[in-house]
C-alpha cells in the first residue's frame, strides 16, 4: 500500500524556485517541506525535504496537494458581519478597521458590565507556529482575560509518560531504524505520522526488525504489521501488566538496570503476581498466547522500540494506561540500547523561552483558568465550569473550530446561540464555529507568513519563513493580536509592537539558540540531546534519578499540569499504587452494550482538510464501523443507515460491516463536520467532557453507546 507521498511527485510548470518550509498542522512530526514556487507567485507541488533526517523525504498525501487548500474557492477573504440570527447564513462583507473597532468595543462592554474574566481568548493547535498560536496569551495576560487551560488533547498521554519519566523526552525517534524490533502502540501511524512508518519500515528492511502494532481495531497501521494485537478499548494497562509479569516469570526482567535506575521494582513484581496472561485475556480479548507471543518477542529482544502514541491516552484511564505501557521498557532494560527504549513526546529538549511572546510577566494567578474542553458547559452556565464566577459574555477564537471539535457538541451549540455572547473568529474558512460568530476575520496560510515551529514527535527547531504573498484582505493572526491591542490600549506593554521575524530572534536568543539568520540559513536546528539524556542513562528526571512505577498521582509532574487554582481533576482517588488496569472508563451497560471510539482519518487532521475535495472524496461519507457478529445480531446490513445514542443525545449515520475489532466495538473515524451528518449533528454528540483524572483531558475515544437500526 501507498504509506508515503514520493519526492519524485509530478514537477510543477513554471517553476522559479524551490521554497523551503514546515507543515503546521496538528501532527507529532511538523514535516520539513520542499515547496516549488511559480512565476506567477504561486505554489506547485509539496513534497517533503530528503535532507531532513526525520522527514526524509516522506509526508502525508493531504499535505502534498495543500494547493487544494490554499487555492480553495471557499476561502475566506474579506472580513464579514453578521446579519440576522446566529447561524443563519448571512454576512455583510466590511473593513478590517471596521471588524476591528467592532470587536474591541465589545470586548470594552463586557469588561465593563462583567469583568475582565468575562472576555475568554479560546485557541488551539490549528497552527503549531509559535508566534501565529501563542501570541493570542499575551493578549489574555495584558488584559486580565480568563485563562485557558488547553486540555483537549495531551494531557493524559503527556502525564503518564512523565510520571513515569520525570521528564517529558525520550530516545531519538530516527533510532527506530536501528531496532530489532518496533512497537507501535495506540497511533494509526500510516494515517496519522506517516514518518514513524519510514524509520519503522527500514528498521525491518535492512535488520529484520518485526513491526509490532497494539491497536483496538484493523487500521492501515495494522495492515503493516508482523504482530498485530486488537484489544478491547481501554484496556492497554492490562496488557502492559502481564508482560511485565511475564518478563519477571521467565526471566526476561532486568533486575541490575532496574536496581540502579527505578524506584521499588520489588514492590512492583509482587503487585505484578496475579496479573497474569489469563487475568489480562479476560480484560483485553486478547488470547493468552497472543499475550505469551509478545512479551516473549520483546522480552527477547533488547533493542526493541515502543512507540507510544496519543490514541489509548485519550480513555478515561489513558494516564494510567501509558504508564504502564511505558513500564514495560524499564522492566526490560530497554533504555540501554541504541534502537531501544520508550518514546512518546520530545517536548522538554526544545528550551524555547516564549515568556515574552506569551506574556507571562503579566499572567495573574488569580485569574480564573477556564478547561478548554468544558467550552459547551462553560458557555451554558455551569458554575463549576465558570469557577463559580461570572458569565463568559465574549470569545476571539483562533486556530480552532470548537462546534466541531469539542466534546459534549449540543451544549457546545447551545452556548454558542446565546445571543449575549459576541464571538470573533478568525479563520481560513467558515467552519461552524465561524458560522455562529458576530465578526469573521480571514486568515493567511502558513505559507504566507512567518514562523517558528518545533516538533514533539520528532528532534528539529524549524523555520517556516513566508514563501508567497496572501491575498491582499487577508490578514495573519499576529496582525490581529497586534491591532487589538491599539484598540485595548495595551500597545505599550513589552512584547507587543514585534514583527513575526522579531519575536522568532528574540526568543531564539532569550534560549541560548542561534539567531534568525542562522535558522534561516540552516533551515533546522537539531535539539537531540546526547544518547546518554535520552536514554537516561544518567538517571531519569526525578531527583534521585529513579523511574516511578509508583508515582505522586495526585501531586506529580506533568508538563500541562493544572495551576494550583484547579488542582488534581478527575477520580484521582482511583488511580493505582503500581500500573495496573483501572476500570474508571464508560464500561459498556445494559441500556449501552457498545464501547465507542472516534478515531482519526486518514484524509482528514482533526476538522482541517475536510473542506479539500480530494479528502472528502476519498473519505466518502461519515460512518461507523460495525464487527459483522454486531451487525449480523442486530439485522444491520451494510450501508444501512443506523442510530448511535447515549445520555448526551444520538446521532444518525450509515453503516460499514468491516472485521477486525472485538465485538461490542465501534468506530467512527472523523472527524467530518457536523453537517455532513444526516441530521447536521456529529460524532462529538456521544462524546464527554467530565476531566480525566489526575491533570484533565477529554477522552473521545472513551464512550458508551447503544446501537439499533434506524426504522426509517
Request: hydrophobic content about 40%.
Amino acid at each position: 500500500m501507498n504509506l508515503a507521498t514520493p519526492i519524485t511527485a509530478k514537477a510543477t510548470p513554471n517553476v522559479t524556485r524551490v521554497g523551503h518550509t514546515v507543515c503546521p498542522h496538528d501532527c507529532p512530526s511538523a514535516c520539513a517541506l520542499d515547496v516549488d514556487l511559480t512565476e506567477e507567485g504561486r505554489i506547485g507541488r509539496v513534497r517533503g525535504s530528503a535532507e531532513n533526517t526525520y522527514t526524509a523525504g516522506v509526508i502525508c498525501a493531504k499535505v502534498a496537494r495543500y494547493g487544494e487548500r490554499i487555492y480553495h474557492p471557499k476561502r475566506l477573504l474579506t472580513p464579514k458581519r453578521r446579519l440576522g440570527d446566529k447561524g443563519e447564513g448571512a454576512w455583510q462583507e466590511i473593513s478590517w478597521e471596521a471588524a476591528l473597532d467592532e470587536i474591541a468595543e465589545a470586548f470594552l462592554k463586557s469588561e465593563a458590565h462583567h469583568g475582565s474574566e468575562a472576555i475568554w481568548p479560546y485557541f488551539y493547535a490549528g497552527t503549531m507556529g509559535q508566534v501565529q498560536r501563542d501570541s493570542i496569551e499575551r493578549l489574555r495576560h495584558a488584559k486580565k482575560y480568563s485563562g485557558f487551560f488547553g486540555s483537549i488533547c495531551t494531557n493524559m498521554a503527556w502525564t503518564g509518560y512523565v510520571m513515569g519519566t520525570g521528564a517529558l523526552r525520550g530516545p531519538d525517534p530516527r533510532e527506530m531504524a536501528k531496532s530489532d524490533c518496533v512497537v507501535i502502540w495506540g497511533t494509526n501511524a500510516v494515517s496519522t505520522q506517516v514518518n514513524v512508518m519510514t524509520h519503522a519500515v527500514r528498521a525491518r528492511k535492512e535488520r529484520g526488525a518485526p513491526i509490532v502494532v497494539i491497536d483496538i481495531y484493523d487500521n492501515p497501521t495494522m495492515k503493516q504489521a508482523d504482530m498485530g494485537l486488537i484489544l478491547k478499548p481501554g484496556t492497554d494497562a492490562a496488557l502492559a501488566c502481564a508482560v511485565m509479569h511475564i518478563a519477571f516469570r521467565d526471566g526476561y526482567a532486568d533486575r541490575e538496570y532496574m536496581a540502579k535506575y527505578a524506584d521499588d521494582p520489588a514492590g512492583l513484581e509482587a503487585h505484578l503476581r496475579t496479573k497474569t496472561p489469563e487475568w489480562a485475556s479476560a480484560i483485553t480479548g486478547l488470547t493468552v498466547e497472543e499475550i505469551e507471543a509478545f512479551a516473549r518477542l520483546v522480552g527477547t529482544t533488547k533493542k526493541t522500540f515502543f512507540r507510544l502514541g496519543y490514541g489509548f491516552g485519550r480513555q478515561r484511564n489513558g494516564t494510567v494506561s501509558m504508564h504502564a505501557a511505558l513500564s514495560v521498557a524499564t522492566v526490560l532494560g530497554s533504555w540501554q540500547y541504541e534502537g531501544g527504549g520508550a518514546f512518546h513526546n520530545n517536548g522538554d529538549i526544545f528550551r524555547l523561552n516564549k515568556s515574552e511572546l506569551m506574556g507571562t510577566a503579566y499572567a495573574d494567578p488569580d485569574i480564573r483558568m477556564l478547561d478548554q474542553s468544558q467550552i459547551g458547559r462553560v458557555l451554558t452556565g455551569d458554575a463549576e465550569a465558570l469557577r463559580h464566577r461570572g458569565p463568559v459574555t465574549a470569545l476571539l477564537i483562533q486556530n480552532t473550530n470548537p462546534v466541531n471539535v469539542a466534546p459534549e457538541q449540543r451544549l457546545v451549540k447551545q452556548g454558542f446561540a446565546r445571543d449575549d455572547l459576541f464571538v470573533a473568529v478568525h479563520e481560513q474558512f467558515l467552519t461552524e464555529t465561524a458560522e455562529m460568530a458576530d465578526i469573521v476575520l480571514p486568515a493567511t496560510m502558513f505559507l504566507e507568513h512567518d514562523d517558528i515551529y518545533r516538533a514533539g514527535g520528532q528532534n528539529h527547531i524549524l523555520l517556516g519563513p513566508k514563501l508567497v504573498e496572501p491575498p491582499e484582505t487577508v490578514r495573519t493572526n499576529l496582525f490581529v493580536i497586534e491591532e487589538l491591542a491599539k484598540r485595548l490600549g495595551i500597545e505599550h506593554f513589552p512584547g507587543f509592537g514585534l514583527s513575526e521575524r522579531e519575536h522568532i530572534d528574540r526568543m531564539l536568543a532569550a534560549s541560548g539558540w542561534p539567531g534568525y539568520d542562522t535558522l534561516a540559513l540552516q533551515r533546522w536546528l537539531d535539539a537531540q540531546p546526547d544518547f546518554d539524556t535520552a536514554h537516561y542513562l544518567g538517571g531519569f528526571g526525578y531527583p534521585d534519578g529513579k523511574f516511578r512505577f509508583s508515582p505522586d498521582w495526585a501531586n506529580g509532574p506533568s508538563p500541562n499540569r493544572p495551576p494550583p487554582s484547579l488542582g488534581a481533576m478527575g477520580p484521582v482517588a482511583a488511580l493505582p499504587q503500581f500500573p495496573d488496569y483501572v476500570p474508571v472508563i464508560e464500561e459498556a451497560d445494559a441500556e449501552h452494550p457498545f464501547r465507542l471510539a472516534t478515531s482519526p482519518a486518514r484524509n482528514f487532521l482533526n476538522s482541517t482538510f475536510a473542506e479539500t475535495p480530494t479528502s472528502t472524496r476519498k473519505e466518502g461519507r461519515p460512518e461507523v464501523m460495525i464487527e459483522p457478529s454486531d451487525a449480523l445480531r442486530l439485522g444491520i446490513l451494510d450501508g444501512d443507515i443506523v442510530r448511535l445514542g447515549n445520555t448526551r443525545g444520538e446521532i444518525r449515520l450509515h453503516a460499514r460491516i468491516v472485521p477486525g475489532a472485538k465485538p461490542g466495538v465501534l468506530i467512527a473515524e472523523g472527524l467530518w463536520p457536523n453537517k455532513a451528518h444526516m441530521d447536521g449533528e456529529g460524532i462529538n454528540v456521544l462524546t464527554g467532557a467530565d476531566a480525566v483524572a489526575p491533570y484533565g483531558g477529554a477522552a473521545f475515544h472513551d464512550n458508551r453507546v447503544w446501537l439499533r437500526k434506524d426504522p426509517a
